[in-house]
């Protein structure tokens, strides 16, 4: 059940109760494509720097090692101990992105597996399936994400597709979560707008699926090589045809500036590979911008990632021995880089809503943002 808490002009304050635990919005959901968040960091980690929502890929999951294999083994929670909420996206995106060979079609997507070739299908109830074995607790609807240059009249089957394929998501999570040995029977359904770049498309889309009564409701299609402003234009358009009496979640974004926009436009959950990919690279999010830790000016700073800071890299370690890490291709600066990363995003998140609770998300935003864009 979610409750809108609060509201600051469009921004929402929300809470998103569940099976594993309440979600506190806006949440950024830390990014586990494989059930592993890339940069050997472990759940336990993820207890250690204010995670709420672990996120996982429904297509990788199938591929390797197999839904069935985790279901076998009691679901995604106990597979990789972690007991708070996680949400499985539902490969349609990695389906269309990842394979070489696809063929689609009114009942699903034929394709190839990017791991081994083997050939594959996946429909609107094949995802559900899967899902339901990982027993995550909130389930991706299965849609199709057209290219961002399809031409018009694609993106106008294509969505006219994506609801179709909706209904029968929901009517196979309703059928899956009455089964007897069904791990998570109170599996939540997310449903996904789509439309590319065309605001009529969006909105007669989003009218649609919001009168299908679902869990929440996510903007897929974007971030995929539109301009930012477009994105924006695009949210404001759309989100309000979206009940706002649940979740809003815009799938894949993004940059700290590009979340803090979207949350003045009335989105509340989202989920990015940007800190841990980052991370990885020896990018670092500070308050007064990003810094390259393999920089030569780094060499003989002793200082931490950032002064005050509280994550697991800046309590103990200075940017000089992470830059050393990081030049000996030692994993444990990765490691340091993203578990800084994740905690910066978790906890902008934090302010972010005691801002919205406080009345004054407008003034904490624009001070955000001229921190971040710092040189
Ligand atoms: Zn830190």
């Known amino acids: 059940m979610y409750q809108l808490l609060k509201k600051d002009k469009s921004a929402k304050r929300g809470r998103l109760h569940t099976v594993h635990g309440v979600i506190e919005t806006p949440v950024f959901m830390n990014v586990g494509t494989i059930a592993a968040i890339k940069g050997a960091v472990s759940t336990d980690d993820l207890r250690q720097i204010k995670t709420q929502v672990e996120l996982s890929n429904t297509y990788h999951l199938h591929v390797r090692p197999g839904d069935h294999i985790v279901k076998k083994l009691g679901g995604l929670h106990k597979f990789m101990n972690w007991d708070r909420p996680i949400l499985t996206d539902s490969g349609g995106f990695q389906v269309f992105s990842l394979s070489g060979l696809r063929k689609i079609k009114e009942e699903g997507v034929y394709f190839q597996s990017h791991i081994d070739g083997r050939k594959i299908f996946m429909g609107p109830e094949e995802s559900m399936q899967i899902q339901s074995n990982l027993a995550s607790t909130i389930a991706m609807a ?21 609801t179709r394929w909706l209904m029968r998501c929901k009517n196979e999570m309703q059928r899956l979560n009455k089964l007897e040995d069904t791990i998570n029977p109170n599996q939540l359904l997310f449903g996904i707008n ?7 498309i969006r909105i007669e889309h989003a009218k649609r699926i919001a009168d299908m009564e679902l ?5 897929g299609g974007l971030a995929v090589g539109e301009t930012h402003e477009e994105m924006y234009r695009i949210l404001e358009a759309v989100v309000p045809y979206l009940p706002q009496e649940k979740p809003t979640y815009l799938m894949g974004v993004g940059t700290p500036a590009n979340i803090l926009e979207a949350v003045d436009r009335g989105v509340d959950f989202f989920d990015c590979v940007y800190p841990s990919r980052n991370g990885r690279h020896g990018h670092v999010y500070t308050n007064h911008g990003k810094l390259n830790l393999f920089n030569a000016k780094y060499e003989l700073d ?14 103990s370690y200075s940017r000089a021995y992470i830059r050393h890490l990081l030049k000996a291709k030692e994993m444990l600066g990765m490691r340091l880089c993203v578990l800084h990363n994740l905690y910066f995003y978790n906890t902008m998140m934090e302010e972010i809503r005691q801002a919205i609770d406080g009345g004054c998300y407008q003034e904490y935003k624009k001070k955000k943002l001229e921190g971040l864009t710092e040189k």
């Open 142 to 162: 299965f849609d199709e994400c057209p290219s961002s240059v399809a031409t018009r009249e694609y993106i106008q089957n294509s969505v006219e597709r994506t």
């Open 194 to 200: 789509q439309g590319g770049v065309y605001e009529d």
């Open 215 to 219: 869990d929440g409701y996510a903007i």
């Open 302 to 315: 002793d200082r931490p990632i950032e002064e005050g800071c509280g994550c697991p890299a800046c309590r």
